[in-house]
C-alpha cells in the first residue's frame, strides 16, 4: 500500500519536472514545479517526516512559488515560443547522456539493495517526536552543517544584490 | 676537506654579475658591455685555478661541494669536476670571454643580451658541475631559457621558428630523462638504499640489463637530441643559421658538448649493460651521422649552414669514439668535442666577421676574398685545417685517437667513418676556394675592411689553441688519463656485476611495457 | 553532543573572514561619500588576522563539530594557499574594479564569504559539510563570475551556474548512495565501513556512489569530459575572478577530493585509480591540445587550466601520501603563478577592453620590461621549467606517479608538458619577438602599486619556492601524514 502510494508521488513528481521544462508558459512551467514540490512533500510524509513535510509545502510550495509566480507576472513574460525542433548532434548527445543517467540511477535498485538504515527510524520517531529529533540533531550533531547553510544563505543574497540591484 | 669553492664561485659569479648588470643604467651600453666583459674575465681566469690546482693522478671527483638542499627527498647541492668536465668547464669560461668580444657589435637591447648571456654561462657552468642528478636537471633546462632568447631576440628571419624548434625539441627529450631519473630513484630505494639523487652513490646501483635498457633509451634521447645525433639533428641547422654570432659559438662549442657529456657522465657509467647493448645501434647511427652531415654539408650555398651541417659530421665523430668502449676512443671522443668547441666556434666567428661586413652568407656572393682581406684569409685557412683535421692542429689527435679506438671495436666503422674525413676534406676546402680564391670579381666586396683589433683579439686566443691542443695534447690529455681509466674500470666492473642480475627472455622488455600501464594489482 | 570551546578554536579563522565580509559590507554602508579604497585592504586584514589563528599547523590530527571539521596540518595547510589567493586575488581586484567602476563591497564580500566555503570544504570531514561548503563556495563565484554585468559576464555566469548545479546534482545523489551503503556520511565512517566489510565494496550502490561523487568533484576540478563551462566561464568573468575561479576552487575542490578519494574510498583505490587514469590522460591531453590552438590568451590559460587538473589527476591516481603532499604544492605553485599571470592580463587592458588577444602583446617585452619579465617568468613556471615552484610542483607530483609504477602515464604526462611549453612560448614569442604594431594596442598599464605588490608577491613565491622548496615539501609531506 505504502509503496503504491510512493510510485504514485514519484509519478507526479518526475511528471511536474518534465512539466516544467516544455510548458510554454511561464505560468504553466512554475505550477509544474508546485507539482513537484507538493509530490515530495507526500514522499516525505510517507516516509514519517511530518515536520520536513510541513515545511516542504509552506516554504516550497507556499512561500517560494508564490514569489516564482509573482515576478513572472510583474516582468509579464510573454508566451515564448518554443525554438524550431532540429535534432542536432548536441541533442542525440544529450540524450544519450540523459539515458546512460538513467542507467546509472537505477544500477543500484536493479541490484536489489537495501541499504542501511539510519538513526531516524520510525521507533525513535515515535518515541520522540520529528520536530524535537530533528531540532536536537541540528543543533548539536549537524552545528556546522547548519551554520555553514546560514553563511550560505548570505552569500544568495549578497549575490542577487550584486548581480540584479539596479543601481550599485 | 674544506677549500675555497671554485666551482660554485664561478658558477654563480656570472649570475651575481647579470644581477649587478640591472642596475647599470640602459643608456650607458659601453658601461655594461664592459661590465660583461669583465664578470666572464674574472670567471675566467679564477676557473684557470682549477687547471693548476687540479690533481691529474686522481680519478674521482676533486673540488668537491655538498650541502644538503632538500633533505626530505635526498636532493643537495652536490658539485665536483674530474678529468672529463675540467676541460669543459675551461672551455666554457673561456669562449664566454670571446664571445663577450665578438658581440661588441650588438646594438640591439644590448642590456638584455648581456644579461641573458651571463645567465647563460651560469646554466652552462651549473649543468657541467651537478653531480646530484635533480641539481643537474635544473641547471639543464634552466640553460634553455637565455638561449631560446639569444635565439629568438637576436637572431635571424626566421628566429622565431628556429628559437621554437630548440626549446621543444630540448624540452622532449629532457622530461623523458626526467622519468627515468625518477624511476632510478626508487630503484634505488627498491634496492634497499637512503634515498639520493647522488650520482656516485647511484653508480653504484646495479640494475638487470633489461631494466638498463629502458632506463638508457629515456636518457639517451635526450641526449642524443642535444648532440645532436642523426637523425634527431634537424634543429640544429635551424638554430644555427639564426642564432648571433656569439649564440652559434656558445651553441656550437657548450651547449652541444652537454649532450656528448651526458653521455660520458650519465647515460654511460649508470648503465653499462645497455650501453653493450646499443652499441652497435649507436655506431651505426654515428657513421651515418658524419657521412650523412658531410654529405649534406657539401651542398649548402649558405656559410654558416655549411659549418652547422658540418657539426653534425664532427659530432657523429665523437659519438664514434664514446661508443668504441675503450680508452682511445674514449678519450678521443672527448679531446674532439674539446676541439670542436674551438674550431667550429672559430669558424662561426669568422663567419660573423664576414657577415658584419657584408650581411649576407651566400658563398656565391663572396670570391676572391684573399685578395682584399688577406689576413682575415689566413685566419680562416687555419681555422679550416684544423676542423678538417690536419696533423699539427688539434682537430686531427681527436680525429686519430676516435678512429683508433673505432678500429679495434668494429674496423667497418671505422673505414666508413674515414670517408667522412675525406668528405670533410673535400667540402671544408671546396668552401674555402669558392669563398677567398679565384677573381674578386664582385664590386660590393672589394673595398672589404680586413681584421679589426677587436676582431684580432677574440681570434688569435682561438688560434693559439688550435696549434697549442694540435701540437702537445699532453698538456690536455693527461688531466683526463686518471679519470678515463677509472671510468672504464667501473664500467666494465658494473657490467659484470650486472649480467648475472635476471635477464628475461627476448621479448620480456615488451611485456615489462605492457605492465607498465596498469600498475595497480601487482605494485610493491 | 554539544560543542565546546575547543570546537570554537578549529573555526575561528572561518570566522575572522565571515566577520571580515560583513564588515566590509557594513563598511560601505556608513563610508562617507564614495571614498571606498579601502575596503579591499580591510579583507585582507581579515585574511592575515585569520592566518594568525589558524590552528593545528603542526599539531596532531585534532576534529570538532562532532567529527565534522577538521583541525589537521591538512587543513591548515590548504588554509594557507587559500589565504593566500584570496590576498592576492584581492590586491590584483583593487585598481582593476576602481577602474571598471565596478569597486563594490559585495564583490570584495563575496571573495571573503568565497573564501570561507573554500576552507571549509578543505576542513570538512563529513560529505554534509562538504557539500554546503561547496554550494557557499560555488553561489559566491557565479554572481562574481557575472558581476560585471556585460554580456560575456552573465554568460560566464550562467553557464557555469546551469553545469554547477547540474554537478551538485551528481555530487548529492552520490551522497545519499554512499549514506545508503555505508549508513554513514562521514569521511572516516565510510572509510571504517570500507575497511570492515570487504564486499560492501563491490556492491553496486556503493559504486554508483563513488562514481557520482567522482563525477560531481570532475565538473568542478573542471576535467575533460566535464570541462565544458570552463572556457565560457573563465574567458567571460571579470578577470580577477577567472584568477580566483581557476586558483582557489582548484584547490579546495582538490583538498576535498584528496580527503574523499585518500580516505574515505582508500580501501577501493583499485577501482578508482583505473577511471581516473583516463580522466587525467584525457585533461590533460585535451586540455593541452585546445589550448594550442587558442589565439586569446585568457582562453588559452583557461584551456591551460583544465591541463593542469589533469597534471594534479595524476598525482590522485597514484594515491599515496607522497602524491598528496606533491599535490599541495603544485596547489599553492599554481595559485601563485596563476593569479600572477592574470594579474599581467589585467594591466594590459583598459576600461571596456580586455586586450587579451595574443596579438595585442607584440612588443610588450621591451616595451615594459617588468611586465615582460614577469609574464615570462609565470609563463616558465606553468610551462614546469626550472628554476620556479611550477618545476617542482611538476617533478613532485610525476615523482610519486613512478614511484607506484606509473610510468605510461608519467610518460604521457611529461609529454603533455612538452606540448604546452608551446603555448606558454607564444606568448613570450609575441612580447619579446615580435615588433609592436604601428598603432600600438596597449599604450599604458593598468597598473596601481597594489596590482605591482601582487605580481612581485607571485613572482617571488614561484622563484621563492622554485629555489628553496625543501621547507614546504617537509610541511606537505607532515599535512598528508596527519590525513592518511
Known amino acids: 500500500m505504502t509503496l503504491a502510494i510512493f510510485f504514485v508521488f514519484a509519478a507526479f513528481a518526475v511528471l511536474g519536472g518534465i512539466g516544467v521544462l516544455l510548458a510554454r508558459n511561464p505560468i504553466h512551467s512554475a505550477l509544474s514545479l508546485v507539482g513537484t514540490m507538493v509530490s515530495l512533500a507526500g514522499i516525505y510524509l510517507l516516509h514519517h517526516a511530518e515536520f520536513i513535510f510541513a515545511i516542504q509545502l509552506m516554504v516550497y510550495a507556499g512561500a517560494i512559488m508564490t514569489l516564482i509566480v509573482f515576478v513572472i507576472m510583474l516582468l509579464d513574460v510573454r508566451h515564448e515560443e518554443a525554438e524550431t525542433e532540429r535534432l542536432g548532434f548536441a541533442k542525440v548527445f544529450g540524450m544519450v547522456l540523459a539515458g546512460l543517467m538513467v542507467v546509472v540511477l537505477l544500477v543500484p535498485l536493479a541490484a536489489g539493495l537495501t541499504g542501511k538504515p539510519g538513526g531516524m527510524t520510525e521507533e525513535v520517531l515515535a518515541r520522540v517526536g520529528s520536530v524535537e529529533f530533528l531540532s536536537e540533531k541540528l543543533f548539536t550533531t549537524y552545528l556546522l552543517p547548519f551554520e555553514i547553510a546560514s553563511v550560505l544563505l548570505l552569500v544568495g543574497l549578497v549575490g542577487a544584490v550584486a548581480l540584479a540591484k539596479k543601481r550599485l | 676537506m674544506s677549500h675555497f669553492p671554485y666551482l660554485s664561485t664561478i658558477t654563480f659569479l656570472p649570475l651575481l654579475g647579470a644581477l649587478v648588470l640591472l642596475l647599470i643604467p640602459r643608456k650607458s651600453e659601453g658601461g655594461i658591455r664592459a661590465w660583461t666583459l669583465a664578470v666572464t674575465a674574472i670567471t675566467f681566469v679564477i676557473s684557470l685555478a682549477l687547471w693548476v690546482r687540479f690533481d691529474p693522478a686522481q680519478g674521482g671527483m676533486q673540488f668537491v661541494e655538498r650541502k644538503a638542499w632538500i633533505e626530505s627527498l635526498g636532493i643537495s647541492y652536490y658539485v665536483g669536476i674530474d678529468g672529463i668536465s675540467l676541460w669543459l668547464v675551461l672551455l666554457t669560461t673561456f669562449l664566454s670571454v670571446i664571445c663577450v668580444l665578438s658581440s661588441w657589435g650588438i646594438t640591439k637591447q644590448v642590456k638584455e643580451y648581456m644579461l641573458f648571456f651571463l645567465l647563460l654561462e651560469t646554466g652552462m657552468l651549473g649543468a657541467l658541475i651537478s653531480l646530484d642528478l635533480v641539481l643537474f636537471y635544473i641547471f639543464w633546462e634552466a640553460m634553455l631559457i637565455p638561449m631560446y632568447f639569444l635565439i629568438g631576440v637576436w637572431g635571424g628571419t626566421d628566429r622565431i621558428y628556429a628559437a621554437i624548434k630548440f626549446f621543444i625539441y630540448t624540452m622532449v627529450g629532457s622530461l623523458l630523462m626526467l622519468v627515468a631519473i625518477l624511476a632510478l630513484y626508487y630503484l634505488n630505494i627498491r634496492a634497499g638504499n637512503a634515498p639520493t639523487f647522488d650520482l656516485l652513490k647511484l653508480y653504484e646501483l646495479n640494475l638487470a640489463p633489461n631494466v638498463q635498457f629502458w632506463m638508457f633509451a629515456a636518457f639517451c634521447l635526450a641526449f642524443a637530441i642535444k648532440v645532436p645525433m642523426w637523425p634527431l639533428h634537424t634543429w640544429l641547422p635551424d638554430a644555427h643559421t639564426q642564432a648571433p654570432t656569439a649564440g652559434s659559438v656558445i651553441l656550437a662549442g657548450v651547449l652541444l658538448k652537454m649532450g656528448t657529456y651526458g653521455f660520458l657522465r650519465f647515460a654511460m657509467p649508470l648503465f653499462p649493460n645497455a650501453v653493450e647493448a646499443w652499441a652497435p645501434f649507436m655506431m651505426v647511427v654515428a657513421v651515418i651521422g658524419i657521412i650523412y652531415g658531410a654529405l649534406v654539408a657539401m651542398v649548402q650555398d649558405d656559410v654558416k649552414k655549411l659549418v652547422a651541417y658540418s657539426s653534425v659530421s664532427h659530432l657523429g665523430f665523437v659519438m664514434l669514439g664514446l661508443f668504441a668502449l675503450n680508452m682511445q676512443g674514449v678519450q678521443g671522443g672527448l679531446y674532439q668535442s674539446l676541439n670542436h668547441g674551438i674550431s667550429t666556434g672559430a669558424l662561426f666567428l669568422l663567419v660573423g666577421v664576414i657577415y658584419e661586413r657584408r650581411h649576407t652568407r651566400a658563398i656565391a656572393d663572396f670570391g676572391g676574398l684573399a685578395k682584399a682581406m688577406p689576413n682575415y684569409a689566413v685566419v680562416f685557412l687555419i681555422i679550416t685545417m684544423s676542423s678538417i683535421g690536419l696533423p699539427g692542429l688539434n682537430g686531427f689527435v681527436g680525429e686519430f685517437l676516435i678512429m683508433l679506438g673505432a678500429f679495434l671495436t668494429s674496423k667497418t666503422a671505422a673505414v666508413f667513418a674515414a670517408t667522412g674525413v675525406i668528405l670533410a676534406a673535400g667540402y671544408m676546402l671546396w668552401m674555402v676556394k669558392r669563398v677567398f680564391f679565384g677573381p674578386l670579381d664582385k664590386e660590393e666586396n672589394q673595398g672589404l675592411a680586413d681584421l679589426t683589433g677587436l676582431e684580432w683579439g677574440y681570434l688569435i686566443p682561438m688560434v693559439v689553441m688550435a696549434f697549442w691542443m694540435g701540437i702537445y695534447p699532453g698538456t690536455f690529455l693527461r688531466k683526463t688519463d686518471a679519470t678515463l681509466e677509472l671510468w672504464l674500470e667501473r664500467f666494465e666492473a658494473k657490467k659484470e656485476a650486472c649480467r648475472s642480475l635476471e635477464s628475461p627472455g627476448a621479448l620480456a622488455w615488451l611485456q615489462d611495457g605492457l605492465n607498465l600501464v596498469f600498475p595497480g594489482s601487482h605494485a610493491d | ?484
Not at chain 3, 134 to 158: C, K, N, P, V
Not at chain 3, 164 to 169: H, K, R
Not at chain 3, 402 to 430: D, E, K, M, P
Request: net charge neutral; glycine share 10%.
Open chain 3, 1 to 484: 553532543m554539544t560543542f565546546s570551546m575547543a570546537d570554537m578554536r578549529l573555526l575561528t579563522p572561518h570566522l575572522v573572514i565571515t566577520a571580515a565580509a560583513l564588515l566590509v559590507l557594513l563598511a560601505e554602508a556608513v563610508s562617507p561619500g564614495r571614498r571606498k579604497g579601502y575596503l579591499p585592504y580591510l579583507g585582507i586584514a581579515g585574511i592575515v588576522v585569520a592566518a594568525f589563528t589558524t590552528p593545528g599547523l603542526f599539531g596532531p590530527a585534532r576534529s570538532g563539530f562532532s567529527g565534522m571539521l577538521a583541525g589537521d596540518a591538512f587543513a591548515a595547510f590548504v588554509y594557507f594557499i587559500l589565504y593566500a589567493v584570496g590576498a592576492l586575488t584581492l590586491l590584483v581586484s583593487d585598481a582593476y574594479l576602481r577602474d571598471e567602476g565596478r569597486d563594490h563591497a559585495e564583490y570584495y564580500a563575496l571573495v571573503l564569504l568565497a573564501l570561507v566555503g573554500m576552507m571549509l570544504m578543505a576542513g570538512a570531514t563529513h560529505l554534509m559539510s562538504v557539500f554546503l561548503a561547496l554550494e557557499t563556495m560555488s553561489i559566491a563565484i557565479y554572481a562574481l563570475a557575472g558581476f560585471f554585468r556585460d554580456e560575456r559576464s552573465a554568460e560566464a555566469s550562467f553557464k557555469y551556474f546551469i553545469l554547477g548545479a547540474f554537478s551538485s546534482g551528481f555530487l548529492l545523489y552520490g551522497i545519499a548512495l554512499l549514506y545508503g551503503a555505508c549508513g554513514t556520511t562521514e569521511i572516516q565512517g565510510i572509510l571504517d565501513a570500507f575497511a570492515s566489510n570487504r564486499a560492501l565494496a563491490g556492491s553496486p550502490m556503493a559504486l554508483a556512489g563513488v562514481g557520482l561523487v567522482t563525477v560531481g568533484f570532475a565538473f568542478k576540478v573542471a576535467a575533460v569530459p566535464f570541462h565544458m563551462w570552463t572556457p565560457d566561464a573563465y574567458q567571460g568573468a571579470p578577470t580577477s575572478v577567472t584568477a580566483f575561479m581557476a586558483t582557489g576552487v582548484k584547490a579546495a575542490a582538490f583538498a576535498a577530493v584528496l580527503r574523499v578519494f585518500f580516505v574515505a574510498f582508500q580501501t577501493l583505490h583499485v577501482d578508482w585509480s583505473g577511471v581516473l587514469w583516463v580522466l587525467a590522460l584525457l585533461t590533460m591531453t585535451l586540455g593541452n591540445l585546445t589550448a594550442i590552438a587558442q589565439t586569446d590568451v585568457k582562453r588559452m590559460l583557461a584551456y591551460s587550466s583544465i591541463a593542469h587538473a589533469g597534471y594534479i589527476l595524476v598525482g590522485v591516481v597514484a594515491g599515496t601520501p607522497e602524491a598528496g603532499a606533491g599535490i599541495l604544492y603544485y596547489l599553492l605553485a599554481y595559485a601563485f603563478m596563476n593569479i600572477g599571470a592574470f594579474a599581467c592580463l589585467i594591466m594590459v587592458g583598459r576600461k571596456g577592453h580586455e586586450n587579451t588577444e595574443l596579438d595585442a602583446f607584440a612588443g610588450l617585452g621591451f616595451k615594459f620590461p617588468a611586465l615582460g619579465l614577469a609574464m615570462s617568468l609565470f609563463m616558465f613556471s606553468m610551462a614546469g621549467i626550472p628554476p620556479t615552484a611550477g618545476f617542482i610542483g611538476k617533478f613532485l607530483i610525476f615523482k610519486a606517479a613512478v614511484h607506484q609504477g606509473y610510468y605510461w602515464l608519467t610518460i604521457f604526462g611529461v609529454l603533455n608538458s612538452a606540448a604546452s611549453v608551446y603555448y606558454y612560448l607564444r606568448v613570450i614569442v609575441t612580447m619579446y619577438f615580435k615588433p609592436e604594431p604601428d598603432t600600438p594596442v596597449v599604450e599604458g598599464l593598468r597598473a596601481g602599486p597594489s596590482m605591482a605588490l601582487a605580481t612581485i608577491l607571485a613572482g617571488l613565491g614561484v622563484l621563492y619556492f622554485g629555489i628553496v622548496p625543501g621547507g614546504l615539501v617537509d610541511l606537505a609531506e607532515q599535512a598528508l601524514r596527519y590525513l592518511v
